[in-house]
Antibody, heavy 120, light 108 residues
Framework: EVQLVQSGAEVKKPGESLKISCKGA????????IGWVRQMPGKGLEWMGV????????RYSPSFQGQVTISADKSFSTAYLQWSSLKASDTAIYYC?????????????WGQGTLVTVSS | DIQMTQSPSSLSASVGDRVTITCQAS??????LNWYQQKPGKAPKLLIY???NLETEVPSRFSGSGSGTDFTFTISSLQPEDIATYYC??????????FGGGTKVEIK
């Protein structure tokens, strides 16, 4: 069974760093793109970027380029999303999702989401 | 950037009603359009891909159509378990995948 399991909720202060994770199971993690999606409180979905764990090729939405870093460790079947200096506006639920083998960009399996709260 | 205009932003319908949601792209995106369902407190779920293809194990009451700039998502007979927010998502131009603003579906 394909699963994406994300790390637990985080409460951080502005200026702190953070790295959240997304662990894949039940499939060849290295061979499928993983995307990250932000959902701010009470708001819609925003696509942040994707990574191909096999070679760590990464593509970012221009809105998030330079604001976050997406990485992966295929030996641990895990993708990461990290911030070097959090802001209150980073408070949101962050989802990872898998792109199936396809010529099109859709996401068939999703993690359960990680709630990040940034507050002084 | 391609903008996705989804309407309505919310709707209320009775069980058994036909429900239609539209998504309009600011430029031609061929059939590069997916639809997702998000229930409260849950992750999104893929329902329709490439505008009209039903994802595996998704009930047949869900359907999608359209190409170019105008797309439609339909629930042929609304069920209580369909209460959710529905999002369209275009993928014409990586890295700018974009979602529509969402449509919240409630039971009347």
């Amino acid at each position: 069974e394909v699963q994406l399991v994300q790390s637990g909720a985080e409460v951080k202060k502005p200026g702190e760093s953070l790295k959240i994770s997304c662990k894949g199971a039940g499939y060849n993690f290295a061979s499928y793109w993983i995307g990250w999606v932000r959902q701010m409180p009470g708001k819609g979905l925003e696509w942040m970027g994707v990574i191909y764990p096999g070679d760590s090729k990464t593509r970012y939405s221009p809105s998030f380029q330079g604001q976050v870093t997406i990485s992966a460790d295929k030996s641990f079947s895990t993708a990461y999303l990290q911030w070097s200096s959090l802001k209150a506006s980073d408070t949101a639920i962050y989802y990872c999702a898998r792109r199936p083998h396809s010529t099109t960009w859709r996401f068939d399996y999703w993690g359960q989401g990680t709630l990040v709260t940034v507050s002084s | 950037d391609i903008q996705m205009t989804q309407s309505p932003s919310s709707l209320s319908a009775s069980v058994g009603d036909r429900v239609t949601i539209t998504c309009q792209a600011s430029q031609d995106i061929s059939n590069y359009l997916n639809w997702y369902q998000q229930k409260p407190g849950k992750a999104p779920k893929l329902l329709i891909y490439d505008a009209s293809n039903l994802e595996t194990e998704v009930p047949s009451r869900f359907s999608g159509s359209g190409s170019g700039t105008d797309f439609t998502f339909t629930i042929s007979s609304l069920q209580p378990e369909d209460i959710a927010t529905y999002y369209c998502q275009q993928y014409d131009n990586l890295p700018r995948l974009t979602f529509g603003g969402g449509t919240k579906v409630e039971i009347k």
